[in-house]
């Protein structure tokens, strides 16, 4: 049996930008993407601790060092700049396997989006 499992998280990051006029994602500083085990063009979920949205998306590689979250398309109206956001991906393992995997979880500084 095969079961869902959260694979990486970005655990409270400051949306940077909000771009309404790009199609739809969220772009992530590379640091913080390799750090969190995260690759372009993944799903993710996008939790909003200001709101209480939730949503669904793809990941577009940012510039490295930049500390960009920026929210694309339609997410930029589920969001404020500002905002604090929770970033997840998940991975679907062996029954057997979840119960050994660890997610990798990273929690950025929540104004400046560095690696703490």
Same mark, same amino acid.
């Given at each position: 049996m095969m079961i869902e =499992? #959260?694979? +990486?998280?970005?655990?409270?990051?400051? /949306?940077?930008? *909000?771009? #309404? %006029?790009?199609i739809g +994602?969220?772009?992530?500083?590379? $640091? #913080? @993407?390799?750090? *969190?085990? @995260? =690759?372009?063009?993944?799903? /993710?979920? &996008? *939790? $909003? %601790? %200001?709101?209480?949205?939730?949503?669904e998306t793809y990941i577009i590689k940012g510039e490295r060092g930049s500390g960009k979250i920026c929210l694309n398309g339609a997410a930029a109206r589920k969001v404020q700049l500002g905002d604090?956001?929770? &970033? @997840?991906s998940y991975a679907l393992l062996d029954f057997e396997e979840a119960k050994n995997f660890k997610p990798t979880i990273i929690f950025p500084d929540s104004t400046t989006n560095k690696i703490i």
């Open positions: =499992v #959260l694979k +990486s998280k970005i655990h409270c990051a400051c /949306v940077t930008e *909000a771009n #309404l %006029n790009y +994602s969220i772009t992530i500083d590379e $640091d #913080l @993407m390799d750090a *969190a085990n @995260m =690759v372009a063009g993944e799903k /993710v979920h &996008i *939790a $909003d %601790n %200001n709101n209480g949205e939730r949503f604090i956001i929770i &970033i @997840m």
